[in-house]
C-alpha cells in the first residue's frame, strides 16, 4: 500500500502548501490562535487543540506566516492520511482486503468537501472507520491503543459522535446475534460503543447552542445540498457507489462467471468509475465559482459513506458470500490494492486541482490589495468582481486577507458594506460577533488603526 500512503501524503503537502487551510472557516481560526497565543477552541471542539497547537507555538518563534500557515494546513490536512493509516494496521494481518472500504469511506465519501479541511462532521465521519475496521476484523491489544485516540477525537469533535457510536453499537450488537460463540465479547464491545455514544451526547448536550441547531434546520440542508452536492460532486458520490457495487459482486462474480462473461468486467466498471470520477472532479476543482459552497457538502459524507458502512459489514460478517479458494483471495486482493490506489489517485488529483486553484485566488486577492492601496477594501468594489463567485465569498474574507499580508498588514478586505463604518469601530471588525482591538497582540494592526479623531 506504499503507493496509497504516498499519494494521500503528496496531497496533504500540495494543500499545505497551498494554505487550503485559510479556506472558509480557517483563517478565523488561524488568526485566533496566533493572536491567543494558544489553540482557539470555539463551540467546545476540544480536538482542534490537537491540530492548532504545532502552529500556536511556532508563533512564539517567528512572525513569518508563510510557515505558520503550513503548519496549520499541514495539522489538518494529514487526517486522510492518519486515519487510513490506522485502518491499515488495524487489518493488514487478518483482512487486508477490508482495507479498500476504509480507502473509499476515507477519500472519495468526503472528497466534494475535503478542501474545507477544518470541518469537524468530516474528521468525526472518517474516524468512524478505524473503529469499524477493529469492531469488524478483531481487536488486539495493539490495535485497541489505536483506536483509542480515534474515539477521544470523536467524542470532543462534533454532536455527529452520538451517530457514529449509535453505528457502532448497532453493529456489534449485530455481530453478536450472528456470531454466537462470540456473543460476550462482541456484547462488551457494544456496551463500550454505548457508553461512548452516552458520553458524547452528555458533552455536546452541555455544549450545543442556537448556531448548532440551525445547523441540522430543514432550509440549511436544503441550501447546502443546492450549493454542495447537486451537480458534479453528486455525480462523483453516485460514480463511487457504482465502484462499489463492482467491488461487492468482484468476488463473486470472478469466481462464479456467470453466462461465460469473464471474470474482468467488474474491475473493469470499478476502474471507469474510478476514471469518470478523476474527470468529473477534476475538472470542478479546477473552477472555482464551482465549489463555492464545498464548505456545505460537511452535512451529506455521512450519507455518501453509508454504503461503503454496509458493504464492509456485509462481507464481515459474510452476509454476502465469500470466496475460499486461496487463488481468488489472492486475486481479489491484488485487485483490491489496485482500487485503493485508484481512490487516492483521484482523491489527490482533486484535491491538488483545488488546492492550485485555491493558490491562485490568494495570490490574486494580494495582488489587488496591493493594486488598490486603500486600507480598507470592500468585495462589492468593482475589482473583485472576480471573488464574489469563489470560496474567498465568505465571512472570513477579512482575516484571509489579513493573513495573506503579514503579521503587519497595511489593507484588508471586508464583506460588502462593512468598510462604511471602519473608522467608527472600537476595533478592527472581523465577524459579527467579533471586533478584535487595536493594536492586536501577536499581529500588529497599527498600520490599520484609523488616527484619532
Partial sequence: MRLFFALLAVTAVA???AGAGLSY?????????????????????LTHFLFQIVPSAAGYLTHELAPLVFLFSLGYAAVPLLVTAVCWMVVRRRAPQFFIWCALGTALAALPGQFCLISD??????????????LLVGLDRRSLWLLLPCAAIAVFSHPAAVAVFGLLSAVAALKAVLRPAERREHLMWGLACVGLMVLAFAYDSLEVDAYEKSLLSLSTLTTSFRTSVAGAPLAAVLLSWIAGLAIVIDPWWLRRRPLGIPGAWPAVCALLAFGSIAIVMGTWGHQPGQWIGAIGFRFFVPAAGFPFVLAAVAEALQLVPQPEDPAVIAAIRSRRRVYANAAAAVCCLTLVTQSYSWMRLCWRLDDTMTSLGRPCQSLDAPEYAWARNTALNHYSITTTSLILRGSRPS????S??????????PGLFIA???????PGRWFDLSR???PPE
Fill in 411 to 414: 489593507a484588508i478586505v471586508m
Fill in 432 to 438: 459579527d460577533w467579533h471586533t478584535h482591538p487595536w
Fill in 25 to 45: 472557516d480557517g483563517s478565523y481560526l488561524l488568526f485566533r490562535t496566533l493572536e491567543a497565543g494558544r489553540p482557539w477552541v470555539d463551540h467546545a471542539r
Fill in 15 to 17: 494543500m499545505s502548501v
Fill in 416 to 425: 460588502p458594506g462593512r468598510c462604511a463604518d471602519f473608522g467608527r469601530r
Fill in 121 to 134: 462532521m468530516t474528521i468525526v465521519a472518517q474516524m468512524l472507520w478505524p473503529m469499524l475496521a477493529g
Fill in 448 to 450: 490599520l488603526q484609523p
